[in-house]
């Protein structure tokens, strides 16, 4: 079992930045690769990002790509989202998510969630 907890939301202004961070606790999180997803009220949970077990690739979705990086530092158990030049349609409850193996765009791949982190980005 993986206990994942997200930290480091808040509200922000439009273009602003905020990191995100995903922290695992009961295993190692080296062999997982971790995707963040969000959701936003009233809609699907979207996908973000994710990155490889070993942190040398990342993907991301179209609408975060050039201002979200995400990283990871197994040696703190830790996952960041680094979000830049936020705007107000990133508001939305952010999701951590760790699998075992490859990375991937799709939800229902990953086995472990964190609690969710409020980001707010106000115009």
């Known amino acids: 079992q993986v206990q994942l907890v997200e930290s480091g939301g808040g509200l922000v202004q439009a273009g602003g930045s905020l990191r995100l961070s995903c922290a695992a606790s009961?295993?190692?999180?080296?062999?997982?690769?971790v995707g963040w997803f969000r959701q936003a009220p009233g809609k699907e949970r979207e996908f973000v990002g994710a990155?490889?077990?070993?942190?040398?690739?990342?993907s991301y979705s179209d609408s975060v790509k050039g201002r979200f990086t995400i990283s990871r530092d197994d040696a703190k158990n830790t996952v960041y989202l680094q979000m830049n030049s936020l705007k107000p349609e990133d508001t939305a409850v952010y999701y951590c998510?760790?699998?075992?193996?490859?990375?991937?765009?799709?939800?229902?791949?990953?086995?472990?969630w964190g609690q969710g982190t409020q980001v707010t980005v106000s115009s």
């Open positions: 009961g295993r190692t999180f080296s062999p997982y690769a």
């Open positions: 990155i490889s077990q070993t942190g040398s690739s990342q």
């Open positions: 998510a760790a699998r075992p193996g490859y990375r991937s765009s799709l939800y229902t791949a990953y086995n472990y």
